[in-house]
């Protein structure tokens, strides 16, 4: 291990280096700078480090998550419509470790689960007088064996996706017109669409929406969207279906100079959902509807100093998120900053589902009372030409904090464990400390590489926090830019133990773990093609990071893409 | 993956990065050239119980990325037949496909060094998939990922087109070991600018 560790500190790399991910939205699934525990391409536990609160990052309302997809009660990248560059692209991939010529050597009790793939294709078309067209088939079958004996259950069949007998976490296939000129863009999108949805009580749900539709206008500071889903759940095992059909949208103005002053910028909106549940939907929506009304505001009354913020409300619900922030810069090598942020909300996510139907048992998935959080923060970053050192520390309160009430569990199969309860709250005071330091250097434009080590502590009810967080983390990283034309990046993480505290009748500890991720990608630039070649979680212990989920294996995928 | 690899990745890449020179003259796709190859694939370890040598054949795409160095793209095909002793199946369909770089050290003209990624795709030739024994998972696909070196010795050259011998060991990531297999083969390649 020693040689092993003096390899790294001499192979010392570049921070957020470019390694690939499957799609985008599969981050957490390789990130270690904090608490990232995956169960699927549909579910994460993603808790960045240094952030406030016990809760996970895709579980607070922000209106940076005005177009992700809303999945029961958190917002998520993936299965992602965001329109992409013109470019035609294709992805193929596959969990490391199926068997081919092996499987004639090896008897029954041998084999090794099943490995399984994923599979991308898109293209979005040059503009012809502003107008261009798009289309895209994506799945990622990883993280799905686990859940497959149960999943096929529930399905009632293998093929419970666009391609293969494998029921991914999603598989979607969309296809669309778009309008992009000056400042207008306009783009409409038809799909089909399987996905499964982690519920609170721990099951999988079988959703598939045909067709959604997904339309989307933004000129000048107007962006619209709106969004139609029809969406059939089904459970075979249990005889049960059920119709959702759903609209949900938004309208927003962001930021924009307020007041004749340019120091003082507003923005507003409003998201909304309509829905029309009919049979056994498992999820519940208080008077079929949700609507969100915020304001925002940034004020700059002297440079480097901020006070920024956003608040909303609904007639149940309402969130003040704000933040102070002093920037100070000693010529253009030190940078010292100094935060300090609030949050008041009687829900996280007030868009989210009200409900969740389990057997006899309605799950409340929102309570009363008041969540408070406060963070201060500072960091401090030194720059000598290529050497770069950062230093960043937070610490917070927190009361109130969301959390489940578990009253009860059911078994379905060996170690899967379904839960009854409701969302609750710690009224108590949470306190947390959180510090990184990270190095980076770089030569020229060859060689980029950093190092990253932090560290948090919690004091609080640890008992009834959903996750015990990571407490230690490290991560290093190195790019290599050979001929401006070939890039060979790598990062090694370690994340030190976790443990979900609700969901499994005791403690369910994640081992902490050391994983590594490298990338190879040839470009092209005069032909604006580039060919990559990735692999991801490579030397860790195969483990189960969600009580559940699906473990995190090595993976490798390659991809060509071709911009125009 | 074992350790070994992931040092071995490492010093390819500290080597690969501070040998690098940067390049002035662009040299990408200044070349390229058609390739078709034939010859016989060696499974090699624990495999050899399983499937027997083969002959294959495929096509390449080679064209010129740097001053020394050319990328090649191929797609290929063999029929493994399996043991004798295995009667589920007479046979696997094989079909593979190829990134990588070859590169020329002066040192070693004109034999050319190459790395890179393959990708397999295998099928079994019929097969009952309803009985769960031994090679069930061939009678549906089965695809794996892996990676290879290979040495490529030009031996014949004639205005546009070339003759000579690729030789590939082929590391492919299977479980629970991973497959080894050595390819031997005689190419025709053509210069097409």
Known sequence: MRIFLLSLVLSISLIH?????????????????????????????????LMAGIHSQSELWSPDFLTKRLLVDRYSVLPSWQIQEPSIWMQVGNEVGDMIYHDILTSSEDRPVNRTPMLEAGFRSNSFHGFWATGRFFQVDHFSS???????????????????????????????????????????????EYLWLFGESGRWISALLSPRIQSQFHYKKLDLSLVYEDVLYINKEKGEEGTRKEWSGSLYFPYTDCCNSNKFKTGAGLAFRFVNDEGDTYFGLENDRAFWAFLQAKYEPIKDFTVSGH??????????????????????????????????ATRLNPMGESYE??????????????????????????????????IRSSGFIEKGAETFDTTGFAEKKS????????????????????GEIEFSYKYNDLFKASALVGMEHLWGDEE???????????????????????????????????????????PFEVPGDWFWNASFSQLFPKYGLTLSGTLLHVLSDTTLEVPNGNENRTRFFCAIKKMF | MKNQYFFA??????????????????????????????????????????VQPSLYGQGEFYYRYWENTYGLVQFGYAY??????????????????????????????????????????????????????????????????????????????????????????????????????????????????
């Open chain 1, 17 to 49: 280096a470019a390694i690939p991910v499957e799609t985008e939205g599969m981050e957490p699934a390789i990130s270690s700078d904090g608490t990232y525990l995956t169960a699927s391409p549909t579910y994460f536990f993603d808790r960045p480090s």
């Open chain 1, 464 to 506: 009834r926090f959903e996750v015990e967080p990571s407490e230690h983390w490290l991560e290093f990283n190195a790019d290599w830019t050979i001929n401006k034309t070939l890039l060979v990046s790598h990062s090694l993480h370690y994340r030190s133990d976790a443990q979900w505290n609700l969901r499994h009748p005791e």
């Open chain 1, 311 to 344: 608040a909303g409300m609904n007639e149940k619900d309402w969130l003040i998120q704000d933040s102070i922030q002093y920037s100070l810069k000693k010529g253009t090598q030190t940078h010292f900053l100094f935060g300090v942020q609030n949050i008041l």
């Open chain 1, 415 to 434: 170690d899967d464990w379904f839960r009854y309860g409701d969302v609750s709250r710690i009224n108590s005071w949470i306190r947390g400390w959180a």
């Open chain 1, 357 to 390: 139907y389990f057997d006899q048992d309605t799950i409340s998935l929102s309570t009363d009372g008041l969540l408070q959080l406060y963070q201060v923060k500072i960091e401090f970053n030194q720059e000598w030409k290529d050497l770069q050192l950062g």
């Open chain 2, 9 to 50: 990745l490492i010093l390819f890449a500290f080597a690969y990065g501070f040998s690098a020179e940067v390049e002035t003259k662009d040299y990408m796709f200044s070349e390229g050239y058609l390739a078709l190859e034939g010859g016989e694939a060696y499974p090699w370890g624990i495999i050899e119980d399983a």
């Open chain 1, 146 to 192: 686990n859940t497959l004996r149960i999943n096929r259950k529930t399905a009632g069949t293998m093929e419970y996706s666009l391609f293969g007998a494998n029921l991914p976490g999603f598989s979607t296939g969309y296809a669309g017109l778009g309008y992009t000129k000056d400042q207008t863009e306009i783009s409409i999108l038809a799909g089909k």
């Open chain 2, 80 to 193: 493994f037949r399996t043991q004798d002793y295995f009667k589920r199946f007479l046979g696997v369909h094989q079909f593979h496909g190829r990134v990588g770089l070859d590169h020329q050290f002066s040192w070693m003209r004109p034999i050319l060094l190459g790395v890179g990624f393959s990708c397999i795709w295998a099928r079994s030739d019929g097969g009952d998939p309803e009985d769960k024994g031994p090679g069930v998972m061939l009678t549906d696909n089965e695809s794996e990922f892996g990676s290879f070196i290979k040495a490529k010795l030009p031996i014949l050259k004639y205005e546009k087109y070339a003759v000579g011998l690729n030789i590939y060991w082929e590391h492919i990531w299977t479980l629970p070991e991973k497959s080894n297999m050595l390819w031997i083969g005689l190419f025709v390649q053509r210069r097409m600018w």
